[in-house]
């Protein structure tokens, strides 16, 4: 059975949207695979002008590297995940930044399968970086990692 992402991801972000208000945070993103869809649920959520400073969709590898700060090398890793989210928190001045980075498919790359993904936030000095493998076509891997996403950063906001 298919998960409602779109609801569930919009449900995800209204919980960070008061976690994030309540506690004065800025929150940040930085997308590869995903192309900007976290940002979008986060810029539709409760007074997102508030706590929502922005996100960077780094789709091509030079753009991890050049704006993200990311280290030359694979980008379909946990460390350009963590360096993804450390970079985009870092240029945004967020206290907290979430970053996806991965293989959508429908074709293996960096040698990793499609479905792919690697998930990071950053909070407080500390970085958290998950690795799922979603089924699918490109589109299911992008929701199931937006979904999944928001679901990492609204559980590191209980957390801290």
């Not at 298919?2 to 609801?7: K, M, V």
Request: aromatic share 4%; with cysteine.
């Amino acid at each position: 059975m298919r998960r409602n992402n779109s609801s569930e991801a919009q449900d995800a972000a209204e919980r960070i949207a008061a976690s994030a208000k309540a506690r004065g945070l800025q929150i940040a993103v930085a997308e590869s695979l995903t192309s900007g869809r976290i940002a979008c649920r986060l810029g539709a959520a409760s007074d997102a002008s508030t706590w929502f400073a922005g996100g960077v969709v780094a789709y091509a590898a030079e753009v991890k590297f050049n704006v993200l700060g990311v280290e030359p090398g694979p980008v379909v890793t946990a460390r350009c995940a963590a360096q993804m989210a450390n970079g985009v928190a870092r240029l945004l001045g967020a206290e907290v930044a979430v970053a996806a980075t991965g293989v959508g498919g429908p074709e293996p790359d960096e040698g990793h399968p499609p479905g792919t993904v690697y998930l990071a936030v950053s909070s407080g000095g500390r970085v958290d970086v998950v690795q799922h493998r979603f089924d699918g076509d490109p589109g299911r891997v992008v929701d199931e990692a937006t979904t999944t996403a928001l679901e990492l950063l609204y559980t590191s906001l209980k957390a801290d």
